[in-house]
């Protein structure tokens, strides 16, 4: 039940703010694109970087074990994983963890599997890296048993597999449309991965944020096969929204993975931010009533979402996510042209990120971002509601 912990700011005070998302239009434009919340940041977080700023302790990140004890203690609570403290280890965000992990499991010219569309900056990642990108892409299943209307093309997969990956990163839950994987889709992915000696780095950023229908299964909660062929990059960054906080975790299950990990260059860990990572643990230790107010209100803007859809603007496709805040949103029956996202900055004065960016699959496409108010996320439907 709600506690009124989270007290969403009017549009005046959020044009104030200096993030990428408030500075990357002018004031006419509704930002709906970067995937961080509107919302003020869990006390509890507030209180230690008030503490730490009050007392000048803004030096470079050191030894911290409560990150692992932090994290394994959410984990436990709200998933029953049982995670090892000590295999836990920081880095500046998830990219840069995933980047670096690509550099320990592959080398240039590998092969890395990904199911596109999927966040745009697992193409950075793979390009930065060198690495061929296999891409498998998801179908289009209007009769989807999860209700996101997409489904995996498992043959596809396992053909590639068969082809020589050495990777398989996945996006899970699945951005952009929420998808959550099933155990049963894990099982199959585990087993493929064990065949074919092929590591499977999960990002589960987005994992807190999970709607109740849906079971977020961390990956290497699942066997002994998983933890063996597995590892894990995830933050509290999406979950409280302090993506600007720099501090990301990685996460193995297995002696053998980890001691593999010892392969990351050491100052992976001295670039996580000590405000970051403090954080992190407020976040982990003391944020669950905020993550669940936070969670309670995702769940009414995305079904507001499709209220406002039906009512206004039924020609554009919908399916309710199973985790986070951001909407998928079919526009090709609006005749919007080659880039829906562009086409809505110049008509409706609303932005959101364009469908391309996520693979092609997802040209006529919008991703929209619903962590703001119902007054946010209703003014932007009326917008282009107006103009079509």
């Not at 003391?286 to 009512?311: C, F, H, T, V, Y």
Request: net charge negative; charged share 20%; proline share 5%.
């Amino acid at each position: 039940m709600s506690q009124n912990l989270i007290k969403i700011p009017s549009l005046s005070d959020l044009q104030t703010h200096r993030s990428e998302k408030w500075r990357g239009f002018t004031h006419d434009i509704l930002p709906l694109p970067v995937a961080e919340m509107d919302f003020p940041v869990a006390a509890p977080i507030r209180e230690i970087l008030t503490e730490m700023v009050a007392a000048s302790d803004l030096g470079y990140l050191g030894p911290i074990p409560e990150l692992g004890t932090s994290f394994a203690g959410f984990a436990k609570r709200r998933w029953n994983w049982s995670v090892n403290p000590q295999y836990v280890r920081a880095a500046t965000d998830v990219g840069v963890a995933v980047v670096e992990l690509l550099r320990v499991f592959t080398k240039a010219g590998d092969k890395v599997l990904f199911s596109s569309p999927v966040y745009q900056n697992f193409y950075t990642w793979m390009r930065e890296t060198k690495v061929e990108m296999v891409d498998v892409p998801l179908t289009v299943d209007p009769a989807a048993t999860d209700g996101t209307g997409w489904s995996h093309d498992w043959a596809g997969i396992e053909k590639a597999y068969k082809n020589g990956i050495v990777v398989h990163l996945l996006c899970s839950p699945h951005n952009p449309f929420g998808k959550v994987y099933t155990r049963e889709d894990l099982e199959r992915i585990t087993a493929l991965a064990k065949e074919y000696k092929v590591i499977v780095i999960s990002d589960e950023i987005h994992a807190p944020l999970t709607f109740k229908e849906a079971e977020f299964i961390p990956y290497l909660s699942l066997n002994e096969d998983a933890a063996n062929v597995g590892v894990a990059v995830t933050a509290a960054s999406k979950g409280w929204n302090i993506a600007g906080l720099k501090c990301a975790i990685i996460v193995s299950q297995s002696e053998k993975l980890h001691e593999k990990l010892n392969e990351l260059a050491p100052a992976l860990h001295y670039r996580a931010s000590l405000l970051g990572a403090f954080a992190t643990v407020a976040a982990f230790e003391k944020g669950d009533a905020w993550l669940d107010e936070a969670i309670e209100i995702l769940d009414q803007n995305r079904k507001l979402i499709a209220n406002l859809i039906a009512s206004r603007i039924p020609a554009i496709g919908y399916h309710l996510p199973q985790a986070s805040y951001l909407a998928w949103l079919d526009m090709s029956k609006l005749n919007l042209g080659e880039d829906p996202g562009l086409a809505l900055i110049e008509k409706a004065k609303v932005a959101f990120n364009s469908g391309q960016i996520y693979g092609p699959l997802g040209k006529d496409y919008v991703r929209l971002n619903f962590a703001t108010s119902p007054a946010i996320i209703t003014e932007a439907i009326e917008r282009i509601a107006r103009v079509l």
